[in-house]
């Protein structure tokens, strides 16, 4: 795990990119809710998305370990592609990414806005990630995993921005996609030494994670089709696996239904627009009202990139 010194040297290099994201105590979201409810907007990075926080840990160690390195290569659904693409191009590092046909426009468009190359290949993440890291042996790069060490360092510092700004929190609620933020916020609570409970959210549509943590070990699906793009993951990192079995309490599954009806009450209630898997620690925490009425409780909204047409049926629905 990582120690508070290390998390803190990681955030020094994120905050030298971006300024500490907010955290707001929503009272529509409390009435809604039932609880005091802390919601951290990582939504108002630079790229959109928590993951911004790792790649600019990951590039900034990356160069000055291999000060020659040729350029890197990643595969993504969007939003860690986006914090490669971004923190290669402050770093004077070339980017490959990979996503798998049919990704999001949007997201494709500003990957290439922040300066990468992108290539589309396979049917999901887990396809288009097979062939970056073939790309990455006949292309002499350096593959970027989307969970590594730095990249946990790196958004951890959401983490202790929130634990150190809000009040004592009883429960934070947690997306997963491969894990690097719901390790990261594990880190945190154990390094400042919180007795907060960290629960996993990840879709009824790829519960690999919620599969694999019921039996102890990794157990991948066939299949992940959520429109929670963030969250839809077929195989779990077995690093992730073993931090999140010893530091989470549990493990939610929320339907694209609750997700849907969790993105509406966030704009409802707060005004923020959410990607799928922003939206997906309010969806468990409206699934457990009952279990969280009267807490204080705080949700991390991960991601707020989503493409217009499936934000405007989203909204239209319900």
Request: aromatic share 6%.
């Amino acid at each position: 795990m990582l120690s508070l010194h290390e998390i803190e040297s990681a955030a020094a290099i994120v905050h030298g990119a971006m300024p500490p994201t907010a955290q707001y105590a929503w009272p529509l979201l409390a009435r809604r809710t039932g609880s005091e409810t802390w919601v951290k907007h990582e939504n108002h990075t630079p790229t959109g998305a928590f993951k911004v926080r790792g790649g600019l840990v990951f590039m900034d160690r990356l160069k000055r370990r291999s000060p020659g390195t040729g350029g890197v290569i990643s595969a993504t659904r969007g939003n860690h592609g986006q914090s490669i693409a971004l923190a290669a191009a402050r770093n004077g590092i070339a980017a490959t990414i990979v996503v798998p046909h049919g990704n999001s426009v949007e997201k494709n468009a500003a990957m290439r806005a922040f300066g990468a190359e992108l290539l589309e290949a396979g049917h999901d993440f887990d396809a288009a990630k097979d062939t970056a890291m073939k790309l990455a042996d006949e292309r002499g790069l350096v593959m970027v995993p989307s969970f590594h060490r730095d990249l946990v360092a790196g958004v951890a510092s959401y983490a202790l921005e929130l634990f150190r700004a809000a009040p004592p929190l009883d429960t934070v609620y947690v997306p997963i996609g491969l894990g690097s933020g719901i390790c990261g916020t594990i880190a945190v609570r154990d390094a400042l030494g919180l007795t907060t409970k960290i629960v996993g959210v990840v879709s009824t549509e790829a519960p690999a994670y919620a599969l694999s943590f019921a039996a102890g070990k990794v157990v991948p699906t066939n299949s992940a089709d959520t429109m929670a793009d963030g969250m839809a993951v077929r195989g779990p990192d077995a690093q992730a696996l073993e931090v999140i079995l010893k530091g989470a309490d549990r493990i939610v599954q929320v339907s694209d239904a609750e997700i849907g009806a969790a993105m509406r009450a966030y704009y409802e209630d707060t005004h923020q627009l959410t990607e799928g898997a922003g939206a997906a620690a309010l969806a468990a925490l409206l699934q457990e009202r009952e279990r969280m009425e009267g807490k204080r409780v705080g949700l991390i909204l991960s991601g707020g990139n989503i493409d217009r047409p499936l934000y405007l049926r989203t909204l239209a629905e319900g």
